[in-house]
Nanobody
Framework: QVQVVESGGGLVQPGGSLRLSCAAS????????TGWFRQAPGKEREGVAC????????WYATSVKGRFTIFRDNAKNTVHLQMNSLKPDDTGVYYC??????????????????WGRGTQVTVSS
């Protein structure tokens, strides 16, 4: 099981950018895919982006395609989510989770660890 800790959230104006980080424990983290998910108040958790471990193929939710980029730094056991052109609809708590390959945008599918505590992202003027 891979444990993760999310960071990098905050308050940003519409059109702004944030970079989230998912730091994992365990020396086998590079063997696992990673997914980013978010949950807005009153809504279900949804997949945002995910990346495989070996071939680094990426998948994105339609709502974030072209604005968000997921990438790995295996030397630091970290997966980042670069978020540009943020919109108020991007507001929510963002979570990451290790997954078996291939990754999935469906929460709880092929999970390889527990959820972290998440990091709050608020997009507001």
């Amino acid at each position: 099981q891979v444990q993760v800790v999310e960071s990098g959230g905050g308050l940003v104006q519409p059109g702004g950018s944030l970079r989230l980080s998912c730091a994992a424990s365990g020396d086998t983290f590079p063997d696992y895919a990673t997914g980013w998910f978010r949950q807005a108040p009153g809504k279900e958790r949804e997949g945002v982006a995910c990346i495989n471990s070996m071939d680094e193929r990426r998948w994105y939710a339609t709502s974030v395609k072209g604005r968000f980029t997921i990438f790995r730094d295996n030397a630091k056991n970290t997966v980042h989510l670069q978020m540009n052109s943020l919109k108020p609809d991007d507001t929510g708590v963002y979570y990451c989770r290790a997954q078996e390959n291939p990754c999935s945008l469906i929460p709880d599918i092929r999970s390889a660890g527990s959820w972290g505590r998440g990091t709050q992202v608020t997009v507001s003027s």
